[in-house]
Nanobody, 122 residues
Framework: QVQLVESGGGLVQAGDSLMLSCAAS????????MGWFRQAPGKEREFVAA???????YYADSVKGRFTISRDNAKNTVYLQMNSLKPEDTAVYYC????????????????WGQGTQVTVSS
């Protein structure tokens, strides 16, 4: 089982930036795809971004051009750089480790972090 710990959330104003980090406790980090999901109050968890073991990247249309996912295999860490934040980006953001399959589907991820709150005020 992979343990994932997110950090970097907070309260910001619209237009600001934040960087989320997710530290993974696994020896197989470099061979796993990693993803970020988010869940706003009253809404279902939704895909935000994913990065394959080969560093291919995938984004939800709602964040494309504003968010960047990256990974540092030497540090067992995946990042989500969020720029030009909007109030609709407000949610709890979760890091997840993929077991393969469709990166856009939460069912492809077996291990999840506890989440970090991101709040964007208008």
């Amino acid at each position: 089982q992979v343990q994932l710990v997110e950090s970097g959330g907070g309260l910001v104003q619209a237009g600001d930036s934040l960087m989320l980090s997710c530290a993974a406790s696994t020896r197989t980090f470099s061979t796993q795809a990693m993803g970020w999901f988010r869940q706003a109050p009253g809404k279902e968890r939704e895909f935000v971004a994913a990065i394959s073991w080969a560093k291919g990247t995938y984004y939800a249309d709602s964040v494309k051009g504003r968010f960047t996912i990256s990974r540092d295999n030497a540090k067992n860490t995946v990042y989500l750089q969020m720029n030009s934040l909007k109030p609709e980006d407000t949610a709890v953001y979760y890091c997840a480790a993929s077991t393969g399959g469709n990166y856009y589907d939460a069912k492809s991820y077996a291990d999840w972090g506890q989440g970090t709150q991101v709040t964007v005020s208008s």
